[in-house]
């Protein structure tokens, strides 16, 4: 009780919010050792004088730069308005696909990486480093209408332009000509992401070939796919918890999805 009234001084409140902004990831022992206080008084002062918390860093896909986001906004309304024009009938001719990852054999590791902030500081935001683990590639080319085509592919392909030209898109159109006997790809929109696959002469040129126009998407932004804010969304929460043994299992739970 003798140092606690001794070590909470204004003196050692500011000391510890300095080290704070100074450290974000400094631990409370560290904090004690530097102070030469004990470890229970550097959490007294932290939660009850300094106003800070512990907290995770956000992980984003990708930080942008100033030129990127203004990028992103200048897309984001050009696309707006061929919406705004298009209506409903838009929707209907937009054709998207997408690739989601289900891993199996491995339980991941993802540490949080914590930190401490003071007040109302933003958080802040690391980009996120890829995991190197078994894992199935699940293609999905969708429209509002139904599910157009689902590609698989192992741990360690690589989609190249041609595969992606005369592997999957091939066998998409193929598939939206058969819904569409009449119209075939007439007025078909394709939204993709730009994958060095998906922005080659060879690719451009094959929708230009089809008469498929082509929307643009703006870069480094996962969260403007309709397949992440929905259709994998959905999935995923139908997948979660589960653990897989092996790939069957995994069509097995794709197959049931699919389903219901």
Known sequence: MGQSREVTTDE?????RELLQEYPRIT???????????NERVHHILHNYSNARH???KWVHHLLSADQMATRVKICRE???IFENGGNHFIYRLVTGDATY????HKLNSKKAKLWVIEDEEIPKLAKREVHVKKIIYAIFFRSTSIVKIFKLGNGYKVTTDWY????????????????PKSGLTG???YHDNAKSHKTLVTTRYLDDNGVQLLTRPPYSPDLSPANFWLFKNLKKHLRGTVFNSKIDIDN??????ET
Do not use: G, H, P, T
Not at 102 to 105: R, S
């Open 79 to 81: 696309n707006l308005k």
């Open 253 to 258: 739970a794709f197959e049931s999805f699919w």
């Open 12 to 16: 050692n409140v500011a000391r510890i």
């Open 102 to 105: 289900v891993y199996f054999y």
């Open 28 to 38: 409370l022992l560290q904090m004690a050792y530097i102070l030469n206080i004990l």
């Open 188 to 190: 078909i929109i394709m």
């Open 165 to 180: 030209v005369k592997k999957w898109l091939s066998k998409v159109f193929e598939s939206i000509n058969e819904d569409r």
């Open 55 to 57: 907290i995770c860093i």
